[in-house]
């Protein structure tokens, strides 16, 4: 989607309290954990390239990564390991992973915009959900370029260790590749285990 043709995102969702957007990566993936980021910019932020994480490519990311992270007011990046997905489901981790990053934001946040229909309210403050959230709202496009990024990056040390999944490409989601290599070489101890990793979840090995 280019910018000329996309609707210009929102500064904020209301204006009397100071506000956070946050967003999560990697909830939908087979293997590697969920990474959330909760990010406070300043009024007046802008950038020709922000947009939601999945309308802009990996080059223009990596460029914005540390723009965000330079001129924002507050950010912060947190995960929750596979594990801990085993042990809640993916939905509550993908809220534990927002709850972690937003707790260690250096100004506390006094509203919460939300990228998605759900969310479990951290503390006592009040939240917002919004779906396409990070196509709309700056703060919550910001939070998604960060929890990519930083995903990804997580992502490309473990396919030094992992190289027959091809994690530097797929990132752990379930593309046809991948599923192949679990097939051919079972799965890891960073595959989600109660995912379906492959049709014949039975009769895969796991080490």
């Known amino acids: 989607m280019s910018t000329a043709k996309r609707l210009a995102l929102r500064n904020r969702f209301q204006t009397e309290l100071l506000e956070a957007g946050c967003d999560e990566a990697g909830r939908g993936c087979l293997a590697g954990p969920v990474v959330a980021a909760a990010v406070i910019l300043p009024e007046k932020f802008k950038h020709p390239l922000l947009n939601d994480s999945k309308q802009v490519?990996?080059?223009?990311?990596?460029?914005?990564?540390?723009?965000?992270?330079?001129?924002?007011?507050?950010?912060?990046?947190a995960e929750v390991s596979v594990t801990e997905i085993e042990s809640i489901n993916i939905l509550r981790?993908?809220?534990l992973a927002m709850h972690r990053a937003i707790e260690k934001l250096k100004q506390k946040p006094e509203f919460l915009i939300i990228d998605g229909n759900r969310f479990a309210k951290f503390e006592n403050i009040p939240h917002?959900?919004?779906?396409?959230?990070?196509?709309?709202?700056?703060?919550?496009?910001a939070a998604s370029i960060l929890a990519k990024?930083?995903?990804?990056?997580?992502?490309?040390?473990?396919?030094?260790?992992?190289?027959?999944?091809?994690?530097l490409a797929n990132k752990g989601y379930g593309t046809e590749t991948h599923r192949q290599a679990i097939?051919?070489?079972?799965?890891?101890?960073?595959?989600?285990?109660?995912?379906?990793?492959?049709p014949d979840q039975l009769e895969l090995k796991f080490s």
Not at 128 to 141: E, Q
């Open 128 to 141: 917002a959900c919004i779906i396409g959230g990070d196509a709309k709202f700056k703060s919550i496009a």
């Open 93 to 95: 981790a993908s809220f």
């Open 183 to 198: 097939i051919e070489f079972g799965a890891t101890i960073h595959h989600r285990k109660t995912f379906r990793l492959v």
């Open 57 to 77: 490519s990996e080059k223009h990311r990596e460029i914005l990564r540390p723009i965000i992270e330079a001129e924002a007011l507050a950010w912060a990046v």
């Open 149 to 167: 990024t930083h995903r990804d990056e997580y992502m490309n040390q473990l396919h030094d260790e992992f190289p027959h999944y091809n994690w």
